[in-house]
């Protein structure tokens, strides 16, 4: 495959752009702030608990008061987890605070060759804070959109939630590839009409011309 072949170029969000920093110290620190001390072995099972609980509700923070309300109930997970003895009110902050998301390693020196050749968008099984760490990051400036569950109220597989990411940009399915990590990336992909390779990034474009 080579770039004159595409118009537009798609991306998963979680584990393709960014990937989560260990939160598990930082968990730990801040529930020994409120002097409740775990071993950070404890903290990493109990936040895998969360994870699990979140990652098939995230397209329901589709605004920032059902996005409070997802964020309270996951700290009520991990804080039940860990028989923390804690009322989640008091824990979200600091739980969303623990949670640092940084770009996959060659991301984004891979969307930089890629910026201006074809549209890029990213198509991610997230909540609508999404947006927000793509901006605090810097990495807006280099995609035409973001589509998250949320605001498409469909999650990969589902082929919705890439015709949404297709619509804005003004691509066609056919010439447009997407990029994940996830068996659910390229079975939405391809029933959305749309090319699929399996990230990394880095290494999807190593060859191309």
């Known amino acids: 495959m080579r770039f004159a072949d595409l118009d537009a170029v798609t991306v998963d969000g979680y584990g393709t752009l960014l990937q989560l920093r ?40 589709r605004d920032p008061d059902s996005l409070a309300g997802l964020r309270l109930e996951c700290a009520g997970v991990f804080l039940e987890a860990l028989d923390a003895g804690i009322a989640p009110e008091s824990f979200v902050e600091p739980f969303i605070r623990s949670l640092v998301f940084e770009p996959v390693p060659g991301a984004v020196e891979t969307l930089e060759r890629l910026a201006g050749r074809v549209k890029l968008a990213v198509v991610a099984n ?3 804070s999404l947006h927000e760490h793509v901006e605090r990051l810097g990495l807006d400036r280099l995609f035409d959109t973001v589509v998250t569950s949320a605001e498409a109220g ?33 079975a939405g992909a391809r029933a959305a009409g749309l090319r699929f390779l399996p990230a990394p990034l880095a290494s999807a474009f190593a060859d191309w011309s």
């Open 154 to 186: 469909v999650a990969k597989p589902d082929p919705g939630i890439f015709r949404v990411a297709l619509e804005r940009i003004g691509a066609e399915p056919g010439r447009t590839l997407h990029v994940g990590d996830e068996a659910a990336d390229e």
């Open 22 to 61: 260990d939160p598990a110290p930082a968990l730990a620190a801040e529930l020994a702030a409120l002097d409740v001390v775990r071993a950070e072995p404890d903290v990493a099972a109990a936040f895998l608990a969360e994870a699990r609980h979140y990652r098939p509700r995230s397209h329901l923070g």
């Open 126 to 128: 997230w909540d609508c």
